[in-house]
């Protein structure tokens, strides 16, 4: 589903223009972002699911085109786990 699916599908459901739920959905995405970008940063919705920020630690790998070892730097990173009534209903 694209965002201009689910736009419409919003709209549709809430009984909003399409223009409203685009604002809607752009609310969100931003507050979730900004709650991540906090230092202990998670987002939790009860029955769908929970987002949250995760540190990912420095390793080495390799270039799968010329076999080189590269080094691959920390950063954080977005984890989601599924909560019960969406894990059921899937």
Do not use: C, Y
Not at 33 to 46: C, I
Not at 55 to 72: M, V
């Amino acid at each position: 589903m694209t965002k201009k699916e689910l736009v419409a599908k919003m709209a549709k459901d809430a009984d909003l223009t399409k223009v409203a739920a685009g604002k809607a959905l752009d609310s969100f995405t931003s507050s979730v972002t900004a709650a991540l970008k906090k230092k202990d940063g998670k987002v939790t919705l009860v029955g769908f699911g929970t987002f949250s920020k995760v540190r990912r630690k420095a390793r080495k790998g390799r270039n799968p085109q010329t076999g080189d070892k590269i080094k691959i730097k920390a950063r954080n990173a977005v984890k989601f786990k599924a909560g019960k009534k969406l894990k059921e209903s899937v």
